[in-house]
């Protein structure tokens, strides 16, 4: 006879968090996931510039360091009220992104901000809309946020679409070095409001979270 045992995560109940939208599953990244991650990462995703690489190491081998090092850093400085949320985004059965949820002081400003990444194949599907709705509905629906912040480089049309098109508003511009010179960053904002009107939430299914609340200060 086989015993089948349900495997979760009670120190650690994130790992079995799930978040759906249209085709799109947002589970959250696993350490088995990293060397995957750091080989399929597009060459246009932005890590921090500042970031020194290790003497004898070429940039490709930087990058790979970094998404480890930055798995292990957001797990590691985890609290209530300071949190990154790394999740790996799969489409038609495969890995194909990282999308990102984090907030600062989240019990007093109720203000979460994202980032991501998409492989080269599974852009123009759909599939960055349906990450950051996924992240969105999680934020909004579930965890109470008042308001979600984003920004890109005024010159990366694919991230501002995306936000756009949930009802970002602009909401400023500033200036950051990019490690190769001064680039302009779009910043824009989505109030919780906005974001009701707007009936997106029903898109969206998660599962999985109730153990999960009081690591987001619930």
């Not at 850093?73 to 300071?82: K, N």
Request: with cysteine; aromatic share 6%; proline share 4%.
């Amino acid at each position: 006879m086989v015993i089948i045992i349900a495997m979760t995560h009670s120190a650690w109940p994130l790992f079995d968090l799930r978040i759906r939208c249209r085709t799109v599953t947002l589970r959250p990244v696993k350490e088995s996931d990293l060397s995957l991650l750091a080989a399929i990462q597009p060459d246009d995703y932005e890590h921090n510039p500042h970031a020194e690489r290790l003497p004898g190491t070429d940039l490709r081998q930087h990058r790979q360091r970094l998404v480890h090092q930055d798995y292990w850093r957001a797990l590691g400085t985890w609290s209530p009220s300071s949190w990154t949320l790394s999740l790996a985004v799969e489409y038609s059965g495969a890995l194909v992104g990282v999308q990102s949820l984090e907030a600062e002081n989240f019990m007093v400003l109720r203000t979460v901000d994202s980032g991501s990444w998409l492989i080269h194949a599974a852009r123009g599907r759909g599939v960055g809309v349906a990450m950051r709705k996924a992240v969105l509905g999680l934020a909004f629906d579930h965890l109470d946020a008042l308001a979600a912040v984003s920004a890109a480089r005024r010159d990366n049309g694919a991230s501002l679409g995306v936000s756009h098109s949930l009802g970002y508003t602009n909401n400023g511009v500033s200036l950051n070095n990019s490690g190769t010179g001064l680039v302009e960053l779009q910043h824009m904002r989505l109030p919780v409001q906005q974001w009701r009107a707007a009936g997106h939430g029903s898109e969206i299914a998660v599962d999985g979270l109730t153990p999960c609340l009081a690591w987001f200060g619930r």
